[in-house]
């Protein structure tokens, strides 16, 4: 849910609750009426404005989207519903690429290659179950990059703790 507030002419502040997908209609509604808004979110401001020839102009809007989109992860899963990530920033791998801190902090820089290892991890637990139990695994990196992506299939494929099986690599 977003919370709207508006002020009316008549100088009556009225607020309300709307759906995050109402949202945008809602927002494009109120800002015909009036010549400015202003959003604000957590961690973001946009700005409407509409000069007297009839010329609009939207500063800040990326940031509300952002922020909006932040916002939407968050109604899914409750307001403090902490990530789901397979890894958490805390493995020496993880550390030692320079994707987190020593103390397990994801740098801010690293956010997208952090969730892109955790998606693509997903994905490998996702067809763990039809990989054969014994035997030896042939893994091909391609060479591409910095090798990321391998890293986490040979951390997960070795150190798997849900089922404790072990893979011999090459």
Same mark, same amino acid.
């Given at each position: 849910?977003?919370? =709207?507030?508006?002020?009316?002419?008549?100088?009556?502040?009225? /607020?309300?609750? $709307?759906?995050?997908?109402?949202?945008?209609? *809602?927002?494009?509604? +109120? @800002? @015909?009426?009036?010549?400015?808004?202003?959003?604000?979110?957590?961690?973001?401001?946009?700005?409407?404005?509409?000069?007297?020839?009839?010329? *609009?102009?939207?500063?800040?809007?990326?940031?509300?989207? =952002?922020?909006? &989109?932040?916002?939407?992860?968050?109604? =899914?899963?409750?307001?403090? /519903?902490?990530?789901?990530? !397979?890894?958490?920033?805390?493995?020496?791998? +993880?550390?030692?690429?320079?994707? @987190? %801190?020593?103390?397990?902090? $994801?740098? %801010?820089?690293?956010?997208?290659?952090? /969730?892109?290892?955790?998606? !693509? *991890? &997903? +994905?490998? %637990?996702? $067809?763990?179950? #039809?990989?054969? #139990?014994?035997?030896?695994?042939?893994?091909?990196?391609?060479?591409?990059?910095? @090798?990321?992506?391998?890293?986490? $299939?040979?951390?997960?494929?070795?150190?798997?703790?849900? *089922?404790?099986?072990?893979?011999? =690599?090459?």
């Amino acid at each position: 849910m977003i919370k =709207l507030e508006y002020l009316l002419e008549d100088g009556k502040n009225i /607020r309300k609750n $709307v759906r995050l997908e109402d949202a945008g209609k *809602t927002i494009a509604e +109120l @800002s @015909s009426s009036y010549k400015q808004g202003n959003l604000i979110l957590d961690g973001a401001e946009a700005q409407y404005l509409t000069s007297k020839k009839g010329k *609009t102009t939207l500063s800040g809007i990326r940031r509300a989207e =952002l922020a909006l &989109e932040s916002e939407a992860a968050r109604e =899914l899963g409750g307001a403090d /519903r902490e990530k789901n990530y !397979f890894w958490h920033g805390g493995e020496g791998w +993880l550390i030692a690429l320079g994707i @987190s %801190d020593k103390n397990g902090r $994801v740098h %801010d820089k690293r956010q997208s290659k952090f /969730r892109q290892i955790n998606r !693509f *991890t &997903e +994905l490998l %637990d996702d $067809v763990y179950g #039809e990989l054969p #139990e014994t035997g030896t695994l042939n893994v091909c990196d391609l060479c591409c990059g910095k @090798s990321y992506l391998s890293f986490a $299939v040979y951390e997960y494929l070795t150190k798997d703790k849900k *089922t404790g099986r072990r893979h011999a =690599l090459r």
